[in-house]
Each structure stands twice: as structure tokens, then as C-alpha cells.
């Protein structure tokens, strides 16, 4: 089994978790998110959803075909932007759902902000400074081999996606935190519940984001010239199949906290909500609808 081979088969894996995951939680999109009036939430959803899906449709073409050497580059580089951009889009998701969970703390907006910028400018470098990849006749579009010096510029950018992941995911402890210190040390999940599903789904997607952008990080400083970022196609659709997961858990939770059946926790909390404070969490629910 060739290395070009394994290469196009953990891409096709790849893109197949990307289309299930989609297919599994089509009925929740539409039941959640197509019969609503279109928000930012649902705006960034549709985009981070959809992007990935109708972009890797062109994959499909190229993962075990042998094309023309200039239309496998143009591919190559499609392929390589379409990683670029859907990581962009998860950060963006990341970033509103954290500055929602802040109540839209403008400290905590100039931070993500500066995160974003300073990882873009460092991916940007990356990839404008890396040589081209190395190319021969061997494997045609699947995957080309990849010099060590360009494998390690090429990781730079999904390092750099790691270190955004850690921070977003430490500010949303610290806010779970001082949340529970506000609900005297109990009872957050019924006090503040969307906060709560926020800091479980953030949790959840931060430990299989890392086990995946480890793996992948790894692809480029220990595999073969082939194997080199074979992994960055898996990484990708993770954190997209994740992010949607989280916007849609959210959106969920919002809708039965409107239904008549709320609980007295719930209803008092949003009487009771003034803006700018960590009392409740109806500022959440008011970003996301």
C-alpha cells in the first residue's frame, strides 16, 4: 500500500465524516434553522456548513484521479485556500460565540481581534514564504510530496489554529467560573443553562479539535514526503462538523428555553437579566436567535 494511496484514502475518510455529519444532522438544521427568520447565528452557521460542503465537491474529482499536470495544480492550490478559508470561518464562529458568552465584553472583543489578526498575518507569511510543494509524475492529484522545509511552513498556520483553540477555550473557563461563583458554587446548569451548554460543547470540541490537530501537526514533521499534512483535510472537517454541532446544540437549547414548560430558575433569570452583567444568560439567547 503506497503512501499516495493511504494519502487519497484518509482525504476521502475526510470528506465522507464531513457529508454524514452534515446528512446526520440535516433534520435539526431545518427543523432549528431553516423555519427562523436568518440571524448572525444562523448567518455563520450556513456559512461555516456550507462553504466546506459545496467547496470539497471538486475533491471528489481528484482524490484517486490522475489529471493534467496544470489542472491538478490549480486543485492542489484550491484545495489548499478552501483549508485556509473554512478555518478562517471556525474562528469566527468561535470568536462571536465567545464574545456572546462574555455579554458582548469589548475586552474580550479586542483580544479575539487581536488573535485573529496576528494568526492570519503568521499564516499568511507561512504560506507566501514556503517554496512550492515538490512535484513529479508519481500519484498525480492526490497528494504531492512535500519537502521537510515545506512541510513545517505548512503546519505553522494549523499551529497558530491551536493556539487560538486553547486561548477561546480558557476564556470560556474562566467565564463558567465566575458563573459558578455568581450561582454560589451550584446549580449553573439550571441557572444559567445556556451558559452551561456552552461551556460542555466548547469542552467536547476542544479535546477532538486538539486530538485531531495534533495528529495532523504530527503528519508534518514525521511523515514521509507524502504523508506530510495528509491529515489536514480530517483536521478541517472536524472543527467545521464541531462548530456546526455547537451552533446547532445552542439553537436547540434557546428553543426550549421559549417553550411555556420554563421553569421558575429560567423565567427569573430572564426577568431579572441587566445588561452588562454575568447574572444569567438571556444576552446569549438574544445574540443567537
Same mark, same amino acid.
Not at 1 to 5: E, I, P, R, S, Y
Given at each position: 500500500?503506497?503512501?499516495? $494511496?493511504v494519502?487519497?484514502?484518509?482525504q @476521502? &475518510?475526510?470528506l *465522507?465524516?464531513? #457529508?454524514?455529519d452534515? =446528512?446526520?444532522?440535516?433534520?435539526?438544521?431545518?427543523?432549528?434553522?431553516?423555519?427562523?427568520?436568518?440571524?448572525?447565528?444562523?448567518?455563520?452557521?450556513f456559512?461555516n456548513?456550507?462553504?466546506?460542503?459545496?467547496?470539497n465537491?471538486l475533491?471528489?474529482?481528484?482524490? $484517486?484521479?490522475?489529471?493534467?499536470?496544470? @489542472? &491538478?495544480?490549480i *486543485?492542489?492550490? #484550491?484545495?489548499?485556500? =478552501?483549508l485556509k478559508?473554512?478555518?478562517?470561518?471556525?474562528?469566527?464562529?468561535?470568536?462571536?460565540?465567545?464574545y456572546a458568552?462574555?455579554n458582548?465584553?469589548?475586552?474580550i472583543l479586542?483580544?479575539?481581534?487581536?488573535?485573529?489578526?496576528?494568526?492570519?498575518?503568521i499564516a499568511g507569511?507561512?504560506?507566501a514564504?514556503?517554496p512550492?510543494?515538490?512535484e513529479?509524475?508519481?500519484?498525480?492529484c492526490?497528494?504531492?510530496g512535500?519537502s521537510?522545509?515545506v512541510?513545517?511552513?505548512?503546519?505553522?498556520p494549523?499551529e497558530?489554529?491551536?493556539?487560538?483553540?486553547l486561548?477561546?477555550?480558557?476564556?470560556?473557563v474562566?467565564?463558567?467560573?465566575q458563573?459558578?461563583?455568581?450561582s454560589?458554587?451550584?446549580?449553573?446548569?439550571?441557572?444559567?443553562p445556556?451558559?452551561n451548554v456552552?461551556v460542555r460543547d466548547?469542552?467536547?470540541?476542544?479535546?477532538?479539535?486538539t486530538?485531531?490537530?495534533?495528529a495532523?501537526?504530527?503528519?508534518?514533521y514525521?511523515?514521509?514526503?507524502?504523508?506530510?499534512?495528509?491529515?489536514?483535510?480530517?483536521?478541517?472537517?472536524?472543527?467545521?462538523?464541531?462548530?456546526?454541532?455547537?451552533i446547532?446544540?445552542?439553537?436547540?437549547?434557546?428553543?426550549?428555553?421559549?417553550?411555556?414548560?420554563l421553569?421558575?430558575?429560567?423565567?427569573?433569570?430572564r426577568?431579572?437579566?441587566?445588561?452588562?452583567?454575568?447574572e444569567?444568560?438571556?444576552s446569549?439567547s438574544h445574540?443567537?436567535r
Open positions: 500500500m503506497t503512501d499516495v $494511496f494519502s487519497a484514502s484518509l @476521502l &475518510c475526510a *465522507l465524516v464531513l #457529508y454524514w452534515h =446528512l446526520l444532522t440535516l433534520p435539526e438544521e431545518i427543523e432549528y434553522l431553516w423555519k427562523r427568520p436568518i440571524r448572525r447565528g444562523a448567518g455563520l452557521f456559512l456548513r456550507y462553504l466546506t460542503s459545496t467547496g465537491i475533491l471528489f474529482y481528484f482524490i $484517486f484521479m490522475e489529471g493534467h499536470p496544470t @489542472l &491538478c495544480g *486543485l492542489k492550490k #484550491y484545495h489548499q485556500a =478552501l478559508a473554512s478555518q478562517v470561518v471556525v474562528a469566527i464562529v468561535l470568536a462571536y460565540r465567545l458568552i462574555w458582548c465584553d469589548k475586552r479586542t483580544i479575539i481581534c487581536i488573535l485573529v489578526a496576528s494568526g492570519a498575518a507569511w507561512s504560506i514564504s514556503s512550492d510543494a515538490d513529479d509524475s508519481e500519484g498525480g492526490p497528494q504531492p512535500l521537510k522545509q512541510a513545517v511552513r505548512r503546519a505553522i494549523w497558530c489554529m491551536f493556539v487560538y483553540d486561548i477561546v477555550f480558557l476564556l470560556t474562566v467565564k463558567s467560573y458563573g459558578m461563583n455568581k454560589g458554587g451550584v446549580g449553573m446548569k439550571s441557572q444559567m445556556l451558559l456552552m466548547g469542552t467536547l470540541y476542544f479535546l477532538a479539535i486530538l485531531a490537530n495534533a495532523n501537526v504530527g503528519s508534518f514525521l511523515g514521509s514526503s507524502r504523508m506530510r499534512g495528509s491529515l489536514s483535510t480530517f483536521a478541517s472537517s472536524i472543527s467545521v462538523s464541531l462548530a456546526s454541532r455547537i446547532l446544540n445552542l439553537h436547540k437549547r434557546i428553543e426550549r428555553l421559549a417553550m411555556p414548560s421553569d421558575m430558575n429560567v423565567l427569573r433569570s426577568i431579572q437579566f441587566h445588561p452588562g452583567t454575568i444569567d444568560d438571556s446569549i445574540d443567537w
